[in-house]
């Protein structure tokens, strides 16, 4: 299931509010029929880090297009961005606007890693009439994480190191972004089965766009988006999204706390669960395969009698 397609990508933005959102989808994709599969990647990624992961026959059939969170490049803030911005309805606006301007008229389902995965769920809310379901993949209701994750949260409130924090995380990014072993390393923490994240071959294109982009990403908004996403709380609003949500999360995910993921799926009225045993949080990049088969099948037996 490797994907060594050749097609041809078309790199765009939407310009909204300030914010130049950043998408990427395949040429043609007015002609591709059914719903249009939406990705929206995690925090410190960029929209090129879905292509690589994607099966062959999936990428270069299927509707799809991976589309930017705020600020992550190659997408642009606003000026004068801050934490106080980044709330749920930033999420609805920007990636609503993909969807006016890009996509009007079609029928979305949105695949969302991590922070793609709560903005998935803010657009189910916002977009109720053309969101037909949301694959939240690691994602959350709440923006409190743990592990590593949450102490770079930390750092970017000064309330881990202090006036350093934000310091440390330009030196982390730095690093990381100029030597490929090193950021491999540091991606791999995220994940549960670390041998099968950096042995698999299209993760490791999808982490070489990763550093590609972030050698441009502006540090500032960055900072400011991971101080801002750990206020962000729809828990009061999970209850009312009735469309199909298939939550995909790994058992030892050690970013989104096991209990919000079950909760998730407690709150969500029309949710089912996939937990894969012996994962992480970096779940389509150490069981690629079995991750694809599994949210192409849901996609499958969840919508083919609406087609």
């Known amino acids: 299931m490797s994907n060594n397609s050749q097609i041809k990508i078309i790199r765009s933005s939407v310009k909204i509010d300030g914010h130049s959102l950043a998408f990427e989808h395949p040429a043609g994709l007015d002609d591709r029929a059914g719903p249009v599969w939406l990705f929206i990647h995690g925090i410190a990624v960029t929209p090129a880090f879905w292509k690589p992961l994607m099966p062959e026959d999936f990428a270069n059939t299927t509707p799809w297009i991976s589309v930017a969170l705020p600020v992550h490049s190659p997408a642009q803030g606003s000026d004068g961005?801050?934490?106080?911005?980044?709330?749920?309805?930033i999420f609805n606006r920007l990636n609503g606007a993909i969807l006016d301007q890009v996509l009007p008229n079609?029928?979305?389902?949105?695949?969302?890693?991590?922070?793609?995965?709560?903005?998935?769920?803010?657009?189910?809310l916002h977009k109720s009439k053309q969101v037909r379901g949301v694959i939240s993949v690691g994602g959350f209701a709440d923006g409190h994480w743990n592990g590593l994750e949450g102490d770079m949260q930390l750092m970017a409130r000064k309330e881990k190191l202090g006036i350093f924090g934000p310091t440390a995380l330009r030196i982390i990014s730095w690093l990381t972004t100029r030597w490929?072993?090193?950021?491999?390393?540091?991606?791999?923490?995220?994940?549960y089965d670390r041998k099968m994240f950096l042995a698999d071959e299209p993760s490791k294109e999808a982490l070489r766009l990763m550093r590609k982009y972030a050698r441009t990403q502006d540090q500032d908004q960055l900072i400011a988006f991971f101080a801002g996403i750990r206020d962000v709380d729809i828990w009061q609003q999970i209850p009312k999204i009735k469309q199909p949500i298939?939550?995909?999360?790994?058992?030892?995910?050690?970013?989104?706390p096991h209990e919000q993921t079950m909760r998730l799926q407690q709150n969500l009225p029309n949710s089912r669960l996939i937990l894969y045993k012996g994962i992480g949080h970096m779940i389509m990049n150490e069981h690629r395969e079995t991750f694809?088969?599994?949210?192409?099948?849901?996609?499958?037996?969840?919508?083919?009698?609406?087609?």
């Open 81 to 89: 961005f801050t934490a106080s911005d980044v709330i749920p309805d």
């Open 246 to 256: 298939l939550i995909v999360a790994g058992e030892f995910d050690s970013v989104i």
């Open 180 to 191: 490929p072993w090193l950021h491999a390393k540091t991606a791999s923490m995220f994940a």
């Open 292 to 307: 694809w088969r599994d949210i192409i099948t849901w996609q499958q037996q969840t919508f083919s009698k609406d087609t």
């Open 106 to 124: 079609r029928d979305v389902i949105v695949v969302g890693h991590s922070t793609g995965g709560f903005a998935g769920l803010c657009l189910a």
